[in-house]
Each structure stands twice: as C-alpha cells, then as structure tokens.
C-alpha cells in the first residue's frame, strides 16, 4: 500500500513558512522533528535542501526543537539566533545568518544525546548492492567530502555525520540528512558534480565556512530501508599518493569505532556485544587518496 | 494544576493508565517525564505492570533508550562507591551514603530506573579533615577555591565545597550533618549515627537508618529549595514510605524520631504532599499529620508550583513568582536574617555571572 504522503516540495512557500511558525513535522530517517522557527535561513535551507523529505502525520515527534531570535540587546544591531530543544538552550547563541547550520547541529545533538535505542558512531555510511560501508571520522581526514562524492557517484546515502546500528539485528539504518561540508570541500565538490545541490553558506563559523549538500531522491526515497555492514574504511587524504588500501586489524578498528561513540558506554554490555558483531561482520581498511576519481574507482572495484 | 502535569502524576500513580493515552497525549508525557528526569522511571513501571505492548512505538524507542541511561548511571555509582571505599576503608569512622547513592548500594526501591547527581556522603564532624586529606590522595580536588566561597561553607554549610575527581570527573558533595549549621531547624549529627544500617559487602560503609532515610530526603526536598528535582524526590519519598510504613511499629518509631532530630516539620510536608500528589496510601501514618493544623495553604500552592517547576508547560499561572518565593524561602530557612542579606547581596552584586548561571 502506498502512503499518501506530502512532500516539503508540495507546500506552497505560504503553507510552509506557516507551518514552520506553527512547528512542522519534518520525517528523517527513524526520526520526526517539529521544527518551529521564523528565520528566513531556516526557511530556504528546508525548502531546498529538505524538498524530498516526507512531512509527518504522527502525533508523536521525537524531537521539539526551534531556532529563535534570543531576547536580548545584540537583535538590534548584530541579530542572533539559539537553537532550543524541547525549550533548554544546549548551545550559545550563534549569529542569525547561521541559523540553518545552527538546526542541522542541533538536530544532531538531539540524536547524539537522546538516541540510545540504537549504537550510535561517529561515521559516515553508503550503500551500494545492498552492502554498507561506513567511513569513521577523524577530523580533516576528508570523510565528508569523499562520502558526498560517493553519494552524488551511485552509492546510497545513509548518514554523513551518524551511523545508527540496530541493537538488536546489528543492521545500519539511514538518518537521511544533508551532508555538511566544509571550507575546501565545498568547492571540490561543487567542481565534481556541477548539478549538485547546495543551501546557502554560512562564514565564519566555529569550523569556518560550511555549507549543506542536498541528499539525493534514492537517499529520502529509501530512508526506512536498513543495510548490513560490509566494510569499514578509514579514509585519509594525502597529497600526491595512489589511492590504496590497506588490511586494518578487527581488533584496532573495534577500539577506535568504540572511542568514537556517543553512547558505547551508556549502552554497557548491549554497546559491546552490538559493535562486537558490527566489527566481525566487516572488512576493516585504511584508505590513501589524493585524487577523487582514483577513490571512486577504488570503492567501485570493493562493491563490484 | 493543569492537565499535563495531572497526566504525568497518574502515569507515576498507575502506571497501567499509561494503556489508555492517546499519541497527542504522549508527545507531551515523553518531554514532562524526561525533564522531570522520571521517563526511565515510567519505563520500568511500564515493563513491571505488562503495559509495554501496548505503548506507541517511537515512546518504546525514547523509553528504551532512557533505561539504558538509569541503568548506566547505576553501574557509574556502584563503580564510584567503589572507589570511595577504597579511598576510605582505612578510616576507623563510618562513611554514610546519602540519598541516591545509598538507594543504590542498599537495593532500595527508589533506586529503580532513578536519574543521580552528585554522590553525597555523611561523616563525623571532627574527622573531616582526615576525610578530604584522604580523598584528595585519591584524586577527588575542590572546585570552589574563591575566599567567600570557602568561608560560606565552612563556617556556615553543613557540607564542604564539592569535590571534583580529576580523571573521572565525578563529584562528590562531602556533608557533616544534614542540615545547614544556620537552619532554623537543629538536628544533631551525631544522632543520626547512632542508627546507621551497614551496607553489605564494604567494611566502613553505612546508610541512614529506615526512618531517617525518609526524614532526610523530606528535609532535603522541602528546605534545601532544588526543585528542579522536587517530583523526582517526591517520588522517592513515595517509594520508601511504601516500602517502610508496611513494618509493624513503623508510624510510631518515625514519629519518635521526627521529634529527636527536630524534623516533624519536614515529615508533615512530606506526607502531606506525597499523598496529595502520589496518593501514597497513609494507614497509621495519618495520626503523625491528623493531630497538628493542617499546611497553610499558600505554603501547599508554593509547593505545588515546585513539584510542576520540571517543564514550563505544567507550570500554572503565577509559577514564576511562587519559584522566586520558593527561593527565598529556602534561604530564609537556611540562614538568620543577619547573615542571609549580606549573602543575597553578596550573590547579587559580587558575582554577577555566578548568579545568573
């Protein structure tokens, strides 16, 4: 049966900035959010970046969050914006021209802290042939811009920021977001793909400019299908090598999937057994590159 | 009271009435129980009463995943306990859990899918000294360096400034009584000690007896003013009245001992309050409360706004003023005028920044 379901893209500009004043109900992957704001950047980052995503029905949401103006002197003459769940404040307030970057942070910090009925791991993760690669992160090693060229190269999407594993069946499901890219990076993709599609920048913020790539169609259309592990791979960019991988020990890579989680060890004994039975059904490499091409082609040849 | 707030106490009374909410019903449950830091406690009620099926299946995600974090927090204080022990087993002096920790390490029934703060311990006055000179070998270091910080708890406290541990980053609240040196009310530690009950398994470590365990969790909830987690300490309350007040002579000897430690007050709050809002049944218990005039009623409204302080959208008009009445209350029944202005003031004006955090 076929869901009669309305699109962020269904609404009319009217209808949507409506909704957002009144909280709308946006469905990404396991989660709803009601997101309620009145800002012009929350406004145009959801109309083009989130034009796939499903609006919700459910009467319960899982998260309430809402970017607003903070009351206080600085709206007059350098306007700023503070991302609320659920009405506590967990960050400072952010300029107002990085109102969207300051939802997309919030929302993850809503599935870092509260999401414990899955293993949560700082990585990014693609689907291609019904196997899942997940890529961990370690801060500039080029995850996100080698996970947005996959994405816009035939591999699924699952998650550019958190991979979500089941704990009870292991499997990874799709949170379905944007992928957030940064300074370099963006122009290295935008040159790659020149149909890819981006929301607006945001300058000068704590990991300078970022900017957020529209998921494709595949990616929202397929949000509820979950994936088995196939390999995890740590990528690392490094000027003027070939692109070449590398057997990682199981071992290793256990340890530094478990330093890289949100919640391991609030998950105590479930967390082990979960990651445990990731790791072991996964193919373990680091990953050289310099050029993206020679990535893809790498990647395509693990998937063949 | 409004609605929301009403909904959240009989899910917390009869946890079987969760069956019967409607989704609209549970988005806001979801939020108000985890604010008031009591979704994990709905949680296990919902197993414990066979309710769990019959839950809507994203509150089965948000309950599963807040057990998990109850259940974490348990293990953390187990560990810490542990450590403290360690610590502190050479001692010849008993080293009382207070609170959640003793909840924990005695298995007691509001230790149940319950969210901690700090771990707070009890000591004898005069071996304070050896008692930090000791955990500071182990690792626990002070955070409150700041002159005026030191004076106000050393002089006038009836704890130490908290102490951080440097790796673990845990906090321990050191006290040696339970009661501010200044309060109106006076009990005598060394009362306290004289009916301690030996934690199981550890040479020095000890919880309050039975009934003081109840009177220090109603001093704590109505005179210390954190009612942030006023529900959540109710909930306590409820918890260990029903488990002790079954025990035959129990009224009797809490009653007797309210009246030792000068703390009938704070038990006619308790009871007051915990069968008003949690219908906690009273049997004998009622006598303690029958005979004295009934609670004021603008002191049972403040109260009412404390308990429903956990999220803004059980507040009832008039919250913000009875929080800020609420809160000069606990100061007034902290400190004797002539010390609490300057230290309002102090508070007010000297550290600005402190004040507002």
């Not at chain 1, 009601?34 to 609006?55: K, L, M, T, W």
């Not at chain 1, 793909?193 to 900017?211: L, M, Q």
């Not at chain 1, 070939?242 to 105590?268: K, Q, W």
């Not at chain 2, 955990?135 to 102490?163: K, S």
């Amino acid at each position: 049966m076929i869901r009669d379901v309305t699109r962020i893209r269904d609404l009319s500009d009217q209808e949507l900035t409506h909704r957002l004043a009144q909280g709308l109900d946006l469905e990404t992957g396991p989660f709803v959010f009601h997101i309620q704001s009145r800002e012009s950047a929350v406004f145009n980052g959801i109309r083009r970046i989130y034009a796939d995503f499903p609006v919700s029905t459910e009467a319960v949401r899982d998260f309430h969050v809402r970017v607003r103006r903070p009351t206080n002197l600085r709206r007059w003459y350098h306007p700023q914006v503070v991302f609320e769940h659920d009405r506590q404040s967990p960050f400072k307030p952010l300029p107002a021209n990085h109102a969207f970057a300051s939802l997309e942070w919030g929302m993850n910090w809503c599935i870092a802290g509260y999401a414990h009925q899955y293993l949560t791991l700082h990585a990014a993760v693609l689907e291609r042939n019904g196997r899942a690669v997940m890529l961990p992160g370690e801060p500039g090693a080029g995850k996100s811009t080698l996970t947005a060229a996959l994405s816009l190269s035939g591999w699924r999407l699952l998650t550019d920021e958190t991979a979500l594993v089941d704990l009870d069946t292991g499997e990874l499901w799709p949170m379905a977001r944007p992928i957030n890219l940064k300074n370099n990076s963006i122009d290295i993709i935008q040159a790659f793909a020149h149909d890819a599609v981006f929301g607006d920048k945001a300058f000068d913020t704590h990991k300078g400019t970022v900017a957020h790539l529209k998921p494709s169609q595949e990616t929202v259309l397929r949000m509820h299908e979950p994936c088995r592990i196939g390999w995890v791979i740590f990528p690392r960019w490094q000027a003027d090598s070939p692109a070449r991988l590398t057997r990682r020990p199981r071992a290793d890579t256990f340890v530094f999937a478990a330093e890289n989680s949100f919640n391991y060890s609030i998950l105590g004994e479930t967390g082990f057994r979960t990651l445990e039975g990731l790791i072991r059904a996964a193919d373990c490499y680091d990953f050289q590159y310099s050029h993206l091409d020679e990535a893809l082609s790498t990647f395509e040849s693990l998937s063949a | 009271m409004n609605a929301a707030f009403q909904r959240l106490l009989t899910a917390l009374q009869r946890p079987e009435s969760m069956a019967t909410l409607t989704d609209t019903e549970w988005d806001a449950l979801l939020r108000h129980s985890r604010s008031a830091s009591l979704l994990s406690r709905l949680a296990l009620a919902a197993r414990d009463c066979r309710g769990w099926d019959a839950l809507p299946p994203r509150v089965r995600q948000h309950m599963r995943a807040a057990t998990f974090v109850a259940e974490r927090q348990i293990r953390a204080v187990r560990w810490e306990v542990h450590k403290l022990h360690e610590a502190l087993q050479h001692l010849d002096i008993p080293i009382v859990l207070l609170k959640g920790a003793a909840y924990v390490m005695d298995d007691l029934p509001p230790a149940h899918g319950r969210l901690f703060g700090d771990i707070d311990l009890l000591v004898p006055r005069t071996h304070l000294g050896e008692v930090e000179m000791r955990l500071r070998l182990h690792g626990w270091h002070g955070t409150h360096h700041d002159a005026y910080d030191q004076r106000y708890y050393r002089n006038w406290m009836h704890e130490i400034p908290p102490i951080t541990h440097i790796t673990r980053g845990s906090t321990l609240d050191v006290h040696h009584n339970i009661l501010p040196l200044t309060a109106r009310l006076k009990p005598q530690a060394s009362d306290l000690f004289t009916a301690l009950h030996p934690i199981p398994g550890y040479r020095n470590l000890y919880r309050l007896g039975d009934a003081d365990l109840i009177l220090h969790s109603a001093t704590h909830l109505f005179h210390e003013g954190e009612w942030a987690h006023g529900l959540r300490d109710l909930v306590d309350l409820d918890a260990l009245l029903r488990r002790f007040a079954v025990e035959p002579g129990f009224t009797q000897k809490l009653y007797t001992r309210a009246n030792t430690l000068d703390l009938l007050k704070p038990l006619q709050y308790a009871l007051h309050c915990t069968q008003a809002l949690l219908n906690t049944p009273l049997n004998e218990l009622g006598l303690i409360t029958s005979n004295k005039p009934r609670l004021h009623t603008l002191t049972q409204q403040l109260f009412m706004h404390g308990f429903a302080s956990a999220h803004p959208d059980l507040n009832a008009p008039g919250a913000r003023l009875a929080l800020f009445a609420l809160y000069l209350r606990s100061h007034w029944l902290r400190m004797p005028p002539h010390l609490l202005l300057p230290h309002l003031l102090h508070k007010a004006l000297a550290r600005p920044k402190v004040a507002k955090a």
